[in-house]
């Protein structure tokens, strides 16, 4: 391997490691304000790019269907909730509306606009913005739906049904967008040669896009009422709900946020590699991979980490291709071994 080789690699593993990043950010955000180990975060990866794909080869996205449906689901949840509560406090008639507003008139709305303007026709950036739009209200209803009725439940309990959500969120995949695989229009086709080494547009969107969350997201953690909410539900959610923080409200916020950074991940990579309704997985895996190295609780560490993932896995590519995903996941043998000798054992019902 020379030099020009060895920059190329780089270049790729940064790329990709850019990516895992948001994706393992995302899963510590939800982690620390759930305790939900998002095993679909992959599968969001997959309905941004797929839905983005579909627009643009002048198919309707059935994700916007989905949301439709998911929609209609959680009203009805919702509404037996509110209900039973305003047995008690009358204030149904103020919080019916609302939820009717949010699950029904905005998917809906959302579903006539996709059904009106999208098309290869639309600008590139409105393409986006609208598989955004279709995509990232899902999360908060994801969440409604399938966890925050079991929100004081163990660890356990929450992976279980995690694994249950991937489960039919891939299976929702195959009958949207069918078994065919999937690219999208690059953003950027420039070039920028240095040396001989050349750089895509695409490549610097994505490190441009990446680098720019990240900082948003610090300065929302740090800046902001509602992030400085978030980290307080992360660090107790007893002693949030103390003060007066609304737990369900966090936890629907990081819901949110983590599939608005799935999509957008898809939404980036799609250019640069054919996506598939299943691609998600592997991808949300690595960022996993990632997030462990973190120990699911710091930011910093575990964005480092999943650039470490991006490079370990573009130069492994170049050594021992067919053994590249063995080499990644190997790495969170000796992370977790160390943690374990590292770290006090705390019993769940001690904590």
Known sequence: MDL?????????????????ALLALALVLVFSVTRVIFIPQGEFVAFGALTLAAMQS??????ATL?????ILTFMQEAVSILRIAERRRTAARSLPLALAKFILLPVAIYLVTKAVAGPTLPLPLQVLLAL?????????IYRLAFQPLAEASTLVLLIVSVGVHFAMIGLGLVMFGAEGSRTTPFSDARFEIGALAISGQSLVIAGVSLALIVALY???ERTLSGKALRATAVNRLGA????????????????LAVAMGALCGVMIAPLTTVYYDSGFLIGLKG???????????YPIAAAGALLVGLLESYSSFWASAFKEVIVFTLIIPVLLWRSLTSKHVDEGEE
């Open 4 to 20: 020009s080789i060895a920059a190329i690699l780089a270049q790729d593993g940064i790329t990709t490691g850019a990516i895992y």
């Open 58 to 63: 002048e198919k309707f996205p059935q994700s």
């Open 67 to 71: 949301l439709v449906a998911l929609g």
């Open 133 to 141: 739009a279709i995509v990232v209200p899902m999360g908060p209803m």
């Open 219 to 221: 300065l929302y953690f």
């Open 241 to 256: 709900r103390l003060v007066g923080i609304g737990t369900t409200q966090a936890g629907r916020l990081a819901f949110t």
């Open 288 to 298: 996993f991979v990632g997030a462990i190295i973190g120990g699911m609780g710091s």
